[in-house]
């Protein structure tokens, strides 16, 4: 990043995977930057052990307290729990921003605290792993990744141009959308696969006898389509309920192609639908 650094201090609130990761990529990226973290105590203190966090707070006003920067790594509910406080106690200059999930259900809340100077930017990487907690964190999560950010680049301030220069600092790559455009997209692109590893998880289940099988014949295919699988609900909780129209419509969409693929199950069009799978494939592996 060419000049000064525009952010010396900052909040991260919530040190799981994803804060984690953001604060140990910012470390290893800007050694002189200042790196405060906010969780549960226990939570914090292992940040602080591995280095993600140069200081740890016990109290959010504390944390926030003359940081340039506050990202906010909270769980959905959780985050729109703490923006009233945030807003009231982010230094008037802050850019404030959050890595949640979905975003219109936050953005509408920060919407009607933000009134005052400091700024907020719905965020959302689109990094992760299935294990959370900041032992999983990494500085390495977010490079090559997509980074939404709500709202247009041409409109953003000259902080939120800041904030996504950062980003490319770290290796993500920052992408412009409103708040709705996004949770359409990760309904169907997130959401939705995660609720199929689940409902696949449940088939197999269900359908293993006392023996073992089919379980016992699982080869690697299995273990890569169930991956998601390993996810915990507590992650996904929030994600659904400030999400279920489009998931519901992305599920509808789901059970109409799988009776149309039924539809096809002896007839040589469905080797169309394999080319049209392979062709997406072949497109998501060149843009990994």
């Keep these: 990043m060419s000049g000064t650094l525009p952010f010396r201090r900052v909040a991260v609130v919530g040190v799981g995977l994803i804060g984690g990761s953001f604060a140990l990529a910012l470390r290893k990226r800007f050694p002189d930057i200042r790196v405060v973290g906010y969780d549960r105590p226990d939570v914090a203190k292992r940040a602080l052990a591995l280095g993600a966090v140069g200081e740890i707070a016990d109290d959010l006003a504390i944390a926030v307290r003359g940081a340039d920067l506050v990202y906010i790594a909270l769980p959905i509910g959780s985050t729109i729990e703490a923006l009233p406080a945030i807003a009231t106690g982010a230094e008037l200059h802050a850019l404030v921003t959050d890595a949640g999930s979905t975003k219109a259900a936050i953005c509408r809340v920060a919407k009607e605290h933000f009134r005052g100077a400091a700024q907020f930017l ?34 953003g301030g000259s902080t939120e141009k800041e904030f996504a220069a950062l980003l490319r600092e770290i290796g993500a790559q920052p992408l412009w959308t409103d708040a709705e455009t996004h949770d359409w997209a990760v309904g169907i692109i ?35 389509v169930l991956r998601l699988a390993g996810s915990p609900y507590g992650v996904w909780r929030d994600i659904l309920i400030t999400n279920t129209d489009n998931v ?15 539809t096809r199950l002896a007839s040589k069009e469905l080797e169309r639908e394999f080319q049209s799978a392979n062709d997406l494939y072949q497109l998501l592996q060149k843009s990994r």
């Design 122 to 155: 719905g965020g959302h990487p689109m990094a992760g792993k299935e294990q959370s907690g900041i032992d999983h964190a990494d500085a390495e999560l977010f490079r090559g990744a997509p980074y939404v950010l709500i709202g247009t680049e041409e409109n």
């Design 190 to 224: 997130s959401h939705l696969p995660q609720l199929v590893s689940v409902a696949l998880a449940g088939v197999v289940q269900d359908e293993t006898d006392e023996t073992g099988l089919p379980v016992s014949l699982a080869g690697p295919g299995l273990h890569d």
């Design 248 to 262: 519901s419509r992305a599920l509808d969409r789901l059970a109409q192609a799988l009776d149309h693929l039924r």
